[in-house]
């Protein structure tokens, strides 16, 4: 069946069928040219020698393939022999005798020419290795003695040595020798080659890497058998170091090995250009002329440190084949997933160095957490270490790293680091990241790194449902913004708070006037009761009002003359429910304006012009005098509308209606506890205040407490103790 590009294909040698990527194929046909008609009748062990996933298994394969293709007369019989398969030592010995045994059997069968006396012989060899291999396995516990695997090796051949030396007094069976012997003449006699192929002995226990190198070099050493074995040499010579204890591994594995083929290295472009032709069979093209250089960008720069091996290409691909249909519907950047995969195989502390890293930044960019200077000196340094082989010295790999990571920025030498971290990001420059998907994006990062979105995220569903509302209006669009305002993101975050900051970075080619009214007027509809359902999050923190609030400006410039803008202001400030909220940003600009207290601003942070802020206050004092005590303690932050009724120039209308509503026991305790407000101090931590400057603009504060104090004295009644907790919390502000 014909592979589509989108299987996951793992790791394995090349196969029938499969396109020779490595030009292996002419290498692996000259080699088996040499064994055939090169190679002694003595007998012969050949290393096949390359890093791990350089394709020596390929190569391997490929020879075999060649040897096979060979004329019948001159085509040898392979054996493949693995015995990492196989359980323990005596198992090994069984294992590969039996199936040389086999082989030797039906060599002359197999070549196609078979006589009589071709057959008797290979029938007689094979009993011959049989006979042999059953003694060896009798042997076996005479001759096992302390820091000696296999003791045959030491008497057979030019290792001979009598059993009596190794065991007290006691003596090898006296047969192996003849037996050996005897097999040494029939497969000479047979004249016929088997080559044993073994791969993978590098990646054997130490002390099996002893057994296997001793068998086929000392006990099964026989004429007409050549062995192939495929290792890293210096992985294999450290296991021998460490099995044999030995000082030298590789003058060992020379006295094994007699003949080495050196696995050739692939060019690296050749490696880059395999990987870019599989992965356009997996991802299909890209359209995106930018999204295409940026991938070839990606290629090219990280490909050429990560990709060094054909494993090393295999896996980043098939890590691809894994991730890429699992998020393409979430239209992430390919450029970053490709880059991110490669990482992840050739450098893997890189890789959680970088998960760590955007975790941090997306944390730090909706300003609920901040990074202290020591955490960003400690991260830097250990991508420093990280990266410790030059990397970050080459200044076209710092500007390539800044392009993808957030908030890193290239350093120019002198004293300063290669890179800086944790670097300020513009709106701009968050925004586009949002908006491509890119792994820089605080909504988009956790897709590249679990195949779903950040729990803080708003998914592309939501922003489409969301849009959807606004161009249907202010209801639809205030229904959706409570939806998303019930929903926890990070911490005490809101979707809503998630939302409205992403609203603020936005291109402003998406926003018309109709979106920017239905928007308004769906914050007048809604923000106090987002404030009812969490009033306990608005203390220190910024809030989805504020959010909200810092979104006006943008708004109130879709409107492109002032009528629309004056228009907008009669709606929103004369009958919008949401009066608190309201009242918060009618604050926010009396102060800017300079119509109280010492804070005005320049003209360029007003919110409202002047005239609209002036038929503001005309819409919310009529409104503010229509209310009672009632109406305003039961909204959000009532302290607030108080003080915006008197900062407006209606000092008389707070003070009246706090006066008559304060009459009563019940009235003053009830107007004094939404009157105190939350400090900080590193004595007290947080604590309550009822300050005498929040007070006396509405009513007096000495008069006041002398009330509470006959409250208090009048029993355990539940206003009593309301009352002695308020006259607590007034002396606290004495004392300050």
């Not at 090994?92 to 059997?105: C, H, M, P, Q, T």
Request: net charge negative.
């Amino acid at each position: 069946m014909a592979r589509t590009g989108g299987e996951i294909l793992g790791e394995h040698a090349l196969q029938d069928g499969e396109p020779d990527r490595l030009g292996f194929g002419e290498i692996a046909e000259r080699i088996a040219r040499a064994i055939v008609d090169r190679a002694s009748t003595g007998g012969l062990v050949i290393g096949i020698d390359g890093r791990w996933g350089s394709g020596k298994s390929s190569l391997l394969h490929l020879i075999e393939r060649s040897l096979g293709k060979l004329p019948a007369r001159s085509r040898p019989t392979i054996l493949n022999f693995r015995p990492w398969l196989v359980g323990d030592r005596d198992a090994l010995l069984n294992s590969l005798f039996g199936e040389l045994a086999e082989k030797i059997a039906s060599a002359a069968l197999e070549g196609g020419d078979a006589t009589k006396e071709t057959i008797q012989k290979s029938k007689k060899a094979a009993e011959a290795v049989r006979r042999f291999a059953a003694s060896i396995s009798k042997a076996g516990s005479l001759v096992e003695t302390a820091g000696e695997l296999w003791g045959p090796a030491k008497w057979i051949g030019k290792g001979f040595q009598g059993i009596g030396k190794m065991v007290s007094g006691e003596k090898p069976p006296s047969d192996l020798a003849s037996l050996k012997a005897a097999i040494t003449r029939d497969l000479l006699d047979l004249g016929h080659r088997f080559i044993v192929t073994i791969d993978d002995v590098d990646r054997l226990e130490p002390l099996e890497v002893i057994e296997v190198l001793r068998l086929v070099r000392s006990v099964a050493d026989f004429p007409n058998v050549i062995y192939l074995l495929c290792y890293d040499a210096e992985r294999l010579a450290e296991a021998i170091k460490s099995a044999a204890k030995v000082e030298d591994g590789a003058a060992f594995l020379e006295k094994i090995v007699q003949l080495t083929v050196m696995v050739p290295s692939p060019e690296p472009f050749e490696l880059r250009q395999w990987f870019a032709e599989e992965l356009e069979r997996i991802v299909g093209p890209v359209e995106n002329e930018t999204g295409l250089e940026r991938l070839r960008m990606v290629i090219d720069q990280e490909g050429g440190q990560q990709l060094r091996t054909p494993r090393s290409v295999v896996r980043t691909l098939d890590s691809l084949r894994f991730f890429w249909p699992a998020i393409r519907h979430e239209k992430v950047d390919l450029a970053d997933l490709v880059w991110l995969q490669m990482i992840k195989d050739g450098a893997p502390a890189l890789y959680r160095w970088v998960e760590s890293y955007v975790a941090g930044v997306a944390t730090t960019s909706f300003g609920t957490a901040k990074i202290s200077e020591p955490n960003v000196a400690a991260r830097l340094k250990e991508l420093q270490r990280i990266c410790d082989d030059g990397q970050l010295d080459d200044v076209m790999y710092r500007h390539f790293l800044s392009e993808i990571l957030p908030g890193l920025a290239v350093g120019y030498g002198g004293d300063e680091p290669p890179v800086k971290i944790h670097q300020k990001i513009n709106a701009g420059e968050r925004q586009t990241a949002i908006e491509g998907r890119r792994l820089a994006s605080a909504d988009h990062y956790r897709l590249y790194f679990s195949l779903i979105g950040p729990s803080h995220s708003v998914t592309q569903a939501s922003m489409d449902a969301f849009w959807s509302a606004v161009d249907d209006g202010p209801d639809s669009t205030a229904s959706i913004l409570l939806d998303l305002h019930r929903q926890r993101a990070l911490g005490t975050l809101r979707k809503s708070d998630v939302l409205f900051e992403r609203l603020r970075a936005m291109n402003p080619t998406l926003w018309t006037e109709a979106r920017a009214r239905n928007l308004l007027l769906a914050f007048g509809l809604m923000m106090d009761d987002a404030y009812r359902e969490n009033p306990d999050e608005h203390l220190f923190i910024v809030t989805s009002w504020d959010r909200a609030e810092r979104l006006v400006p943008i708004l109130y410039a879709q409107f492109l003359n002032a009528n629309l803008r004056l228009a907008m202001t009669e709606h929103l400030f004369g009958s919008s429910p949401s009066v608190g909220w309201l009242t918060s940003l009618f604050r926010r600009e009396i102060l800017a304006h300079g119509r109280w207290g010492d804070q005005k601003q320049s003209s360029e942070k007003w919110y409202l012009s002047d005239g609209e802020l002036s038929r503001a206050i005309d819409l919310l004092i009529p409104r503010y005098r229509s209310m009672s005590m009632d109406q305003i303690l039961d909204t959000p932050r009532p302290i607030h509308i108080f003080y915006g009724w008197n900062q407006s120039g209606d000092e008389a209308g707070p003070r009246k209606l706090v006066a008559d509503a304060t009459k009563s026991d019940e009235g003053i305790v009830r107007f004094l506890s939404q009157m105190t407000s939350v400090g900080q101090s590193s004595s007290r931590g947080n604590y309550t205040s009822l300050r005498r400057d929040a007070v006396t603009p509405f009513l007096d504060y000495d008069a006041a407490l002398r009330h509470l104090k006959a409250i208090a004295s009048g029993g355990s009644t539940d206003l009593a103790a309301k009352a002695q907790r308020l006259l607590e919390q007034a002396e606290i502000e004495e004392e300050d």
